[in-house]
């Protein structure tokens, strides 16, 4: 599996690294399960406020597709 590195480009998107990608899956994972506030807990990610939980659930609500887990 190729490492991908952590990489500050303003000017170009870049993949996501290599160390950000299990956490990225379990914000997906959360979301899937409606826990749009992450209160079941991931390492190093804070739990989200009521108000950003409920807009992040209304975006993903009104984008009009399902949102599904990540591939690994």
Do not use: C
């Not at 991908?4 to 959360?30: E, G, H, L, M, Y």
């Not at 826990?35 to 079941?40: G, Q």
């Not at 108000?51 to 984008?63: G, H, K, R, V």
Request: net charge negative.
């Amino acid at each position: 599996m190729e490492i991908i590195a952590v990489v500050k480009d303003s000017q170009n998107q870049q993949p996501i690294p290599t160390v950000w990608r299990a956490t990225f899956s379990d914000i997906v994972n959360s979301f899937v399960a409606g826990d749009y506030s992450l209160k079941s807990g991931i390492s190093n990610v804070e739990p989200v406020q009521h108000d950003i939980a409920q807009q992040i659930q209304n975006y993903i609500s009104e984008y009009g597709e399902v949102l599904i887990s990540l591939q690994p």
